[in-house]
């Protein structure tokens, strides 16, 4: 049983104004809902403090993935709900309804949970037609939790579901009939910042610096075009981030955009700031001066997500790149670890090919043309004549051909030459419009003097 209140059967005696009740309810709900709608969500706290480590959420699996926690952390609680019901019945004279708990198991279905409820199965139909709304019902999870308020004879009255961060389900029995209505969360937008130098690997300096898994993935997105995560982190890399928390009610609820951002790779600095195109309402990061960070290719076409955290340690050795005889890049990594295509184009080659093994070659336009070697195996669905998008998954690592051990062996040619996909210049993507330049200083400007400040205390206190 999930029967959390254990007082949930308080008797009603007397129901003289269950409609005036529930109007009143649902009034309360609907004007929530138009208020939270047009709450300005861009508030920003300049001076915010990162979050201790202690308080995010750790980098293992068994824990909920971030957007659980956000899901979970979102849910107005029994206590809440029951104390938002109280104050109407208080209005009503009415002796307080109660809502339950229930949480849904694995392998729970809808009729099973109404069964627990006690409700009569006929009013799971009736509920499923209340409205194109209910039908967020057909997509909960386990964990999920569902407050269902009924009367004595076991009528449904109400029921409330978390959708997501965002948004959350209400159905209400108004004048004897169930409607269903999603209403939108407030959310509060906040500055925060974080910097950190890595020792061993990007993940534990991220880590230390107490950020998200998610937000140093997305870090590493932006200047992933630049920096070659598998190969390039150097001990004493450094990076500071200048990102936006979502909170709800005061609490956190999951991190939001990385604004702006610098990375130091072996000395190197990089600088990325979010702009959103006022035409297109796109968001992109771009260069200080207004260049795209986007290139037409990859640093790496291995999934860097996909490689241990541990990867600045264990990681072939660059000095094996100094063979004259090899023209091209090998990314040790686990068997079975995705290949992405490093740039748009179409699959020319896709098949065994000597010492290479298990290749594939793509072209990327006239001038461009990519391969990669010693799959395991290929992406299924792809054959010669494919187009493949960027960062698309074509194959898996392996060892097939001459290898010695796992790994990719990555080839980059420009008309037809070998370059070293490690320092070829890569063609870029478009800068901001000429028409939007001045809006792109104005809106960047601010956070790039933050930056700027933070990165000169972080040398400072380095020092
Ligand atoms: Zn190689």
């Known amino acids: ?88 019945d208080d209005i009503n004279h009415e002796p307080p309804k109660q809502w339950r708990e229930f949480k849904v198991k694995s392998g729970d279905t809808l ?57 959350y389900l209400m159905i209400e029995r108004k004048n004897g009939v169930l409607e269903a209505n999603t209403f939108k969360h407030e959310i509060e937008t906040r500055t925060a910042h974080a910097s950190g130098t890595i020792d061993s690997s990007l993940f534990l300096a991220g880590k230390e610096a107490g950020i998200s898994q998610n937000l140093i993935m997305e870090l590493a997105g932006i200047f992933g075009w630049d920096i070659d995560f598998v190969l390039d982190i150097r001990k004493g890399d450094s990076f500071t981030v200048v990102y936006e928390e979502l909170y709800h009610n005061g609490e956190k609820i999951k991190d939001g955009n990385i604004l702006t951002a610098e990375f130091v790779n072996q000395g190197n600095t990089y600088q990325a700031v979010r702009y959103t195109n006022p035409e297109t309402n796109r968001s992109e990061y771009f260069t200080p001066d207004g260049k795209s960070m986007r290139k037409a290719f990859l640093r790496s076409p291995v999934n860097f997500t996909r490689i241990s955290s541990g990867f600045t340690t264990r990681r072939y050795h660059p000095i094996l790149h100094k063979f004259r005889s090899h023209k091209g890049t090998d990314y040790a990594a686990k068997r079975g670890t995705p290949i992405v295509a490093s740039g748009d184009g179409k699959i020319v080659h896709r098949g065994r090919k000597g010492g290479y093994g298990r290749t594939i070659i793509i072209q990327h336009g006239t001038k461009y043309s990519t391969l990669y070697a010693h799959l395991n195996s290929y992406k299924r669905g792809l054959r010669v004549g494919s187009k493949v998008k960027q960062g698309q998954t074509i194959g898996f690592l392996g060892s097939s051909g001459l290898a010695s051990g796992p790994h990719l062996h990555y080839e980059f040619r420009v008309n037809g030459v070998h370059r070293n996909p490690l320092t070829v210049k890569l063609p870029t993507s478009k800068p901001v419009p000429k028409r939007y330049r001045a809006d792109f200083e104005l809106m960047t400007t601010p956070l790039l003097a933050q930056l700027n400040l933070l990165t000169r205390t972080q040398v400072a206190l380095n020092n």
């Open 111 to 167: 009729a099973a949970l109404f069964k627990r409820a006690g409700i009569k199965p006929q009013q799971l139909d009736e509920m499923m037609k209340s409205g194109k709304a209910a039908k967020q019902l057909t997509r909960i999870y386990p964990k999920d939790i569902l407050r269902i308020l009924t009367d004595d004879d076991k009528n449904l009255l109400g029921l409330r579901y978390e959708i997501d961060h965002a948004s």
């Open 1 to 88: 049983m999930a029967f959390i209140n254990k007082d949930f059967r308080f008797q009603e005696k007397q129901d003289k104004h269950p409609r005036l009740r529930w109007l009143l309810f649902a009034a309360g709900c609907a004007v929530l809902g138009v208020v939270i709608a047009n709450t300005n969500t861009e508030s920003s706290r300049s001076d915010a403090e990162i979050l201790v480590a202690d308080e995010l959420p750790a980098f293992t699996e068994n824990k909920p993935s971030p957007e659980t926690a956000a899901r979970l952390s979102f849910q107005l609680t029994l206590p809440e709900l029951q104390a938002q019901q109280k104050i109407i």
